[in-house]
């Protein structure tokens, strides 16, 4: 398996969490999210170097307050958008990566299943990320939350992350992304628009991205259960 670097984005403002530190900041069962992302990396080998990208005005602190925890990680500023980033954190990985993992520092809770996959999957293909498939039926509503129609959901996925790219080409994807002024939700959209499919993997339920309270309570009863 080729040389991998992690870029962890967790520059977000992370409003709809409400008052208080960025999201990804925040503990979860005792432990800052941040932290456990990167918890979920920690006994893969292949993974060379690591990327914390958090707002520029957190960058000191962060790296003072968990000084142990980040003594491999590389803590760099990011950007307005997350492409952005993204961008930032993959420009700080040296060239000795030949493959680069993207992943959100609000999904604590990913299995190393389905790290290994998407790597692994990546490495025969180019570029691949974690999804999932559609259990409900999909409606597109208007303003007032009239259904207008019925989606077919064969063929959609929730995309989620880790995602995983050559780094060469995620390079090229997000900078061209940037000079035409694209807005993205994620990495695999750069990689599309220019073109280069991007295969699935199949994630899990709950490898979910904490936004809200809500979410955040959630991720406590996960963790709870032993999942
Ligand atoms: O905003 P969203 O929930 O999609 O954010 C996903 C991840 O991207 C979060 O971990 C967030 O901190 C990060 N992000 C970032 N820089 C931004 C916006 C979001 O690193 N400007």
């Known amino acids: ?19 208080g530190p960025p999201k990804a900041f925040r503990l979860l069962a005792g432990r800052p999210i941040v932290l456990r992302a990167l918890d979920a ?32 990680v590389r803590v760099v500023a990011g950007g307005a958008m997350r492409q952005d980033s993204v961008l930032a954190g ?8 030949e493959f680069v993992l993207v992943h959100d ?10 790290v290994r996959a998407v790597m692994e999957t990546a490495v025969r293909t180019g570029a691949a990320i974690v999804a999932l498939s559609l259990k ?16 077919p959901r064969d063929g959609i996925w929730r995309a989620q992350t ?5 780094r060469s080409l995620l ?24 073109g280069r499919p991007v295969a699935i993997v199949e994630g899990h339920e709950t490898n979910i991205k904490i936004t809200t309270p809500d979410d955040l309570r ?6 709870a259960a032993g999942f």
């Open 105 to 114: 520092a609000a999904r604590p809770l990913v299995r190393e299943t389905a």
């Open 90 to 97: 993959v420009r700080a990985l040296s060239e000795s990566c």
């Open 171 to 194: 390079l090229d994807a997000l900078e061209r992304a940037r000079a035409g002024g694209a807005h993205l939700t994620d990495e695999a959209s750069a990689v599309e628009r220019i």
């Open 136 to 151: 409900d039926t999909l409606k597109r509503a208007d303003r007032d939350g009239r259904i207008l129609e019925t989606i």
């Open 41 to 72: 990396f920690a006994r893969i080998s292949e993974i060379s170097e690591r990327v914390l990208v958090v707002r520029p005005e957190d960058a000191g602190s962060v790296s003072a307050r968990w000084a142990a925890d980040l003594a491999n």
């Open 162 to 166: 880790p995602q995983a790219f050559r």
């Open 1 to 19: 398996m080729p040389a991998f670097g992690l870029v962890l984005p967790a520059a977000g403002e992370g409003r709809r969490m409400g008052e």
């Open 218 to 223: 959630l991720a406590e009863a996960i963790l």
